[in-house]
């Protein structure tokens, strides 16, 4: 009976399993049948590269393969066509102040010209040896303020979105130019920005904005409500670090990411699908990977990528993968590795020390240069919000003597102040301990306190982007404020106690002893203008309050040594030297405390003076790696025993030089040498 | 009466300690808590713009578990004033991990320079420091001092 029952019971049980383990191989064979199913489409496979552009900072794909348009630093677009034809790509070339651009549906070209303030477009598809403008359109600001700093743009329901990164926010315009509506404001919230730096639309209307010190995407709706965000600071797959283009075709959202040297892929909701692009683990390393991506274009059809890396003067094209996702996520390569230092564009040295900033930490290496190379000494801060945080490092300043660091924080809107408790009669010995945050302000009390200084301004949070200070007794700390255009003092509890010139875009201050000349952007040009230790005008409403020289190009950093001014020339990959520029200043500087201003005003050696305009007559360095070349040299300053640190970001390093251009030694955080590393042999 | 000879037995360990200024609003139920605490410590800020009385309110700080500080910040270190501000910040870190605390402590007021920090937590073993943030008129100010939590 119990047999029976036990039969009973197991045969149904077994056929059931058996049944079961069947089921299992059913879906096993169809899963099989399915991958013979086309493979689900995905980018990032290298395709090629172009070198050789200089400073670009947006690539956009026209359409059919018709060529890529480049927008570029000294606010000119190049287009590059065609696309197929790398033997002799012909290159046109549209000269103006364009700070944005981007393709629009029927294939037309339109940049922003921040300038006149128009956006401006083109008709790439007719020949010529100029390409055919087809129609302006002013932006209409006779009831609002002008756009300021715009850095991205996107076709937008026949009108356009333009994002405004300084003050940030996107504005809508319709197709006549006048503002539908607006959205963002400074701050890490729902809808607001931390310096926005690209704009997308999707198919339904949604608007993604790279948020790029919130290190996050924001979606809003067609009417600019916040819809949803997603993202932060970090390397693993999904995260986000310092996202700079975006792209959204289809149902995928490209995102390239400045310090993941990377393009990240989402589906529309941000589910993080893939990825794509290293950083180089030699220098100048493409095919594939990725330094510094400013930029990412996705054509029409999702066919093909283009992304600008201006650092490394090159665009580089990106194909489907023939395998589809599954071979674009095997295909992923690890993050960077074995790379300790980048050496962001900050330095600021005195006597027998030296501080750097590290932009992928959001950290300050210290370096002991009493000896003949860099000696890393500490680190301090993080990335954060905390108050001995770093959210973007806006400008540095070293005061040696006193062996304290001023910084500004541009994320955090906040100015600190640091003491380096360092013994310099000891051994070098690495000391993590050793910065101590002494104190910080909040900028937004700062503007309060300018307001009162000066009440006939209209008064924004300071953005500084330039410290520094006259070395004699009593100088206060000055600072160069781009959102107000001003410069202003500090005393030392960091208070505004006076406000000196007016500034349209400060870059940096650039010290020797008690002078002090303001170094100023303006378009493809540099312009030095002495400020007195207060940074006041020297010689207002004379000739002597005017430049004092003026450069071709954007130095990545400026010192004055003795008579002659020091240039690093990022585009030249050279170290320039001004010679008699520091004595032209301080001419200007005996004439300008002359009691009698008539005297001034009419004597010859004022208006001999008023503006220089001189050349290099000097010059160091070439294109390279090897000690004593440069790959895009960023900040410069001088040291003691009359020497010139270089920041060589392009290669991860710095070096020091004597006066005459003598390379003295190289170093970064992990090592120092004095003795040049042989030349490989050229195969 | 416990209260009282405990607190009768305790004076001389303040003054031993040099601490022989009690807070003015010190309630006898706190002074009490004073057989559970640390001896009070001292650091002056910065650019010496204050000064920092404090205490742990444990014998020892906890390896991975919660504590309390108490913090006093005067004037000057005749602590004859209790310094007047709009907040206090108090935090801990160790700059050679690059990390600070996982936690962010609740601050209370408990009189005008009086406040404490609860539910510190020091997750590992080694140097830690601790800070003081005094902010007034959008400007901090910081004190700091060392300790080392052994494993």
Same mark, same amino acid.
């Given at each position: 009976?119990?047999?029976?029952?036990?039969?009973?019971?197991?045969?149904?049980?077994?056929?059931?399993?058996? @049944?079961?383990?069947?089921?299992?191989?059913?879906?096993?064979?169809?899963?099989?049948?399915?991958?013979?199913?086309?493979?689900?489409?995905?980018?990032?496979?290298?395709?090629?590269?172009?070198?050789?552009?200089?400073?670009?900072?947006?690539?956009?794909?026209?359409?059919?393969?018709?060529?890529?348009?480049?927008?570029?630093?000294?606010?000119?677009?190049?287009?590059?066509?065609?696309?197929? *034809?790398?033997?002799?790509?012909?290159?046109?070339?549209?000269?103006?102040?364009?700070?944005?651009?981007?393709?629009?549906?029927?294939?037309?070209?339109?940049?922003?010209?921040?300038?006149?303030?128009?956006?401006?477009?083109?008709?790439?598809?007719?020949?010529?040896?100029?390409?055919?403008?087809?129609?302006?359109?002013?932006?209409?600001?006779?009831?609002?303020?002008?756009?300021?700093?715009?850095?991205?743009?996107?076709?937008?329901?026949?009108?356009?979105?333009?994002? %405004?990164?300084?003050?940030?926010?996107?504005?809508?315009?319709?197709?006549?130019?006048?503002?539908?509506?607006?959205?963002?404001?400074?701050?890490?919230?729902?809808?607001?920005?931390?310096?926005?730096?690209?704009?997308?639309?999707? *198919?339904?209307?949604?608007?993604?904005?790279?948020?790029?010190?919130?290190?996050?995407?924001?979606?809003?709706?067609?009417?600019?409500?916040?819809?949803?965000?997603?993202?932060?600071?970090?390397?693993?797959?999904?995260?986000?670090?310092?996202?700079?283009?975006?792209?959204?075709?289809?149902?995928?959202?490209?995102?390239?990411?400045?310090?993941?040297?990377?393009?990240?892929?989402?589906?529309?909701?941000?589910?993080?699908?893939?990825?794509?692009?290293?950083?180089?683990?030699?220098?100048?390393?493409?095919?594939?990977?990725?330094?510094?991506?400013?930029?990412?274009?996705?054509?029409?059809?999702?066919?093909?990528?283009?992304?600008?890396?201006?650092? %490394?003067?090159?665009?580089?094209?990106?194909?489907?993968?023939?395998?589809?996702?599954?071979?674009?996520?095997?295909?992923?390569?690890?993050?960077?590795?074995?790379?300790?230092?980048?050496?962001?564009?900050?330095?600021?040295?005195?006597?027998?020390?030296?501080?750097?900033?590290?932009?992928?930490?959001?950290?300050?290496?210290?370096?002991?240069?009493?000896?003949?190379?860099?000696?890393?000494?500490?680190?301090?801060?993080?990335?954060?919000?905390?108050?001995?945080?770093?959210?973007?490092?806006?400008?540095?300043?070293?005061?040696?003597?006193?062996?304290?660091?001023?910084?500004?924080?541009?994320?955090?809107?906040?100015?600190?102040?640091?003491?380096?408790?360092?013994?310099?009669?000891?051994?070098?010995?690495?000391?993590?301990?050793?910065?101590?945050?002494? @104190?910080?302000?909040?900028?937004?009390?700062?503007?309060?306190?300018?307001?009162?200084?000066?009440?006939?301004?209209?008064?924004?949070?300071?953005?500084?982007?330039?410290?520094?200070?006259?070395?004699?007794?009593?100088?206060?700390?000055?600072?160069?404020?781009?959102?107000?255009?001003?410069?202003?003092?500090?005393?030392?509890?960091?208070?505004?106690?006076?406000?000196?010139?007016?500034?349209?875009?400060?870059?940096?201050?650039?010290?020797?002893?008690?002078?002090?000349?303001?170094?100023?952007?303006?378009?493809?040009?540099?312009?030095?203008?002495?400020?007195?230790?207060?940074?006041?005008?020297?010689?207002?409403? +004379?000739?002597?309050?005017?430049?004092?020289?003026?450069?071709?190009?954007?130095?990545?950093?400026?010192?004055?040594?003795?008579? *002659?001014?020091?240039?690093?020339?990022?585009?030249?990959?050279?170290?320039?030297?001004?010679?008699?520029?520091?004595?032209?200043?301080?001419?200007?500087?005996?004439?300008?405390?002359?009691?009698?201003?008539?005297?001034?005003?009419?004597?010859?050696?004022?208006?001999?003076?008023?503006?220089?305009?001189?050349?290099?007559?000097?010059?160091?360095?070439?294109?390279?790696?090897?000690?004593?070349?440069?790959?895009?040299?960023?900040?410069?300053?001088?040291?003691?025993?009359?020497?010139?640190?270089?920041?060589?970001?392009?290669?991860?390093?710095?070096?020091?030089?004597?006066?005459?251009?003598?390379?003295?030694? +190289?170093?970064?955080? @992990?090592?120092?040498?004095?003795?040049?590393?042989?030349?490989?042999?050229?195969? | 009466?416990?209260?009282?000879?405990?607190?009768?037995?305790?004076?001389?360990?303040?003054?031993?300690?040099?601490?022989?200024?009690?807070?003015?609003?010190?309630?006898?139920?706190?002074?009490?808590?004073?057989?559970?605490?640390?001896?009070?410590?001292?650091?002056?800020?910065?650019?010496?713009?204050?000064?920092?009385?404090?205490?742990?309110?444990?014998?020892?700080?906890?390896?991975?578990?919660?504590?309390?500080?108490?913090?006093?910040?005067?004037?000057? %270190?005749?602590?004859?004033?209790?310094?007047?501000?709009?907040?206090?910040?108090?935090?801990?870190?160790?700059?050679?991990?690059?990390?600070?605390?996982?936690?962010?402590?609740?601050?209370?007021?408990?009189?005008?320079?009086?406040?404490?920090?609860?539910?510190?937590?020091?997750?590992?073993?080694?140097?830690?420091?601790?800070?003081?943030?005094?902010?007034?008129?959008?400007?901090?100010?910081?004190?700091?001092?060392?300790?080392?939590?052994?494993?």
């Amino acid at each position: 009976m119990l047999k029976t029952l036990t039969s009973t019971l197991l045969i149904p049980v077994v056929c059931l399993c058996f @049944s079961a383990a069947a089921r299992a191989m059913v879906p096993q064979e169809r899963s099989e049948s399915a991958d013979q199913s086309p493979p689900v489409p995905a980018l990032g496979e290298f395709d090629r590269e172009k070198n050789g552009i200089m400073f670009g900072t947006r690539a956009m794909l026209l359409p059919g393969g018709a060529g890529t348009a480049v927008l570029r630093t000294d606010r000119s677009i190049l287009l590059i066509e065609p696309l197929s *034809d790398e033997d002799a790509p012909s290159e046109r070339e549209i000269s103006g102040t364009f700070t944005a651009a981007c393709i629009l549906p029927g294939g037309m070209l339109a940049a922003f010209d921040d300038v006149s303030q128009e956006i401006r477009i083109w008709n790439p598809a007719l020949e010529g040896p100029a390409l055919r403008e087809v129609s302006r359109i002013r932006f209409d600001r006779t009831l609002d303020e002008p756009l300021v700093d715009v850095v991205d743009m996107a076709p937008f329901q026949g009108g356009y979105l333009l994002v %405004e990164r300084g003050a940030h926010r996107v504005r809508a315009l319709d197709a006549e130019g006048v503002e539908r509506f607006r959205f963002g404001r400074k701050g890490g919230d729902d809808g607001a920005f931390q310096f926005p730096g690209a704009i997308s639309v999707d *198919d339904q209307d949604r608007i993604y904005v790279v948020d790029t010190d919130n290190h996050r995407i924001q979606r809003f709706t067609a009417d600019g409500d916040f819809d949803t965000a997603w993202g932060r600071r970090g390397a693993f797959p999904g995260l986000l670090t310092s996202p700079t283009g975006i792209d959204v075709v289809g149902d995928r959202i490209y995102v390239s990411e400045a310090l993941n040297h990377r393009v990240s892929v989402f589906d529309l909701d941000g589910r993080y699908l893939y990825q794509w692009g290293m950083h180089a683990m030699i220098p100048r390393q493409g095919e594939g990977r990725i330094h510094y991506p400013a930029s990412i274009d996705v054509d029409e059809n999702a066919m093909r990528a283009v992304v600008a890396e201006p650092f %490394e003067r090159r665009i580089q094209y990106f194909k489907r993968f023939s395998g589809g996702l599954d071979e674009a996520r095997a295909a992923q390569m690890p993050s960077k590795q074995d790379i300790r230092s980048h050496f962001g564009p900050f330095i600021s040295g005195e006597d027998d020390l030296l501080v750097m900033g590290e932009p992928e930490t959001g950290s300050l290496a210290v370096f002991d240069v009493a000896g003949e190379t860099g000696v890393n000494i500490t680190v301090f801060t993080n990335h954060g919000s905390g108050w001995d945080d770093l959210g973007r490092l806006g400008a540095l300043h070293l005061d040696g003597p006193e062996q304290m660091v001023y910084v500004s924080d541009l994320v955090n809107d906040r100015l600190s102040c640091w003491r380096l408790q360092r013994e310099r009669d000891v051994t070098i010995r690495y000391d993590p301990f050793m910065a101590r945050l002494t @104190s910080a302000v909040d900028l937004s009390v700062t503007r309060d306190k300018l307001a009162s200084l000066d009440p006939d301004r209209t008064w924004v949070i300071p953005r500084i982007v330039a410290l520094d200070r006259a070395q004699v007794d009593g100088a206060p700390l000055l600072a160069a404020d781009a959102a107000n255009q001003v410069v202003f003092a500090l005393n030392e509890r960091l208070d505004p106690i006076s406000v000196g010139v007016s500034t349209r875009e400060p870059f940096e201050f650039v010290v020797d002893g008690p002078r002090v000349v303001l170094v100023e952007r303006s378009g493809e040009a540099s312009m030095f203008r002495p400020l007195a230790v207060d940074g006041s005008d020297l010689g207002e409403g +004379t000739e002597l309050g005017g430049i004092l020289m003026v450069s071709n190009g954007i130095p990545g950093g400026a010192a004055l040594l003795g008579d *002659d001014c020091f240039l690093s020339s990022m585009e030249g990959d050279r170290i320039e030297v001004i010679e008699g520029a520091a004595a032209a200043f301080q001419r200007r500087l005996a004439l300008s405390n002359q009691t009698d201003e008539s005297d001034v005003q009419n004597g010859s050696e004022a208006n001999e003076l008023a503006s220089l305009h001189p050349s290099p007559e000097r010059t160091w360095g070439v294109t390279g790696e090897y000690d004593g070349e440069f790959h895009a040299p960023a900040g410069l300053c001088r040291i003691g025993g009359d020497r010139i640190v270089v920041v060589d970001r392009g290669n991860h390093r710095a070096q020091i030089f004597s006066p005459d251009g003598t390379w003295l030694s +190289t170093f970064s955080l @992990s090592s120092g040498y004095t003795t040049p590393k042989p030349r490989k042999e050229e195969p | 009466m416990i209260i009282r000879c405990l607190l009768l037995s305790l004076c001389p360990m303040f003054t031993l300690l040099g601490c022989d200024r009690p807070s003015p609003s010190e309630t006898p139920e706190e002074v009490v808590a004073d057989t559970a605490s640390g001896p009070w410590e001292t650091a002056v800020s910065a650019d010496e713009g204050f000064f920092v009385r404090w205490r742990l309110l444990v014998p020892d700080i906890p390896l991975a578990d919660p504590f309390d500080i108490e913090v006093e910040v005067w004037t000057d %270190e005749s602590m004859n004033e209790p310094a007047t501000f709009d907040q206090l910040f108090v935090d801990a870190g160790m700059p050679h991990h690059r990390h600070g605390m996982n936690v962010v402590p609740e601050i209370e007021s408990l009189s005008p320079g009086r406040w404490i920090a609860r539910g510190m937590l020091l997750h590992m073993p080694g140097r830690w420091q601790f800070y003081v943030d005094v902010l007034d008129d959008g400007r901090i100010e910081r004190a700091q001092w060392s300790t080392w939590l052994s494993g």
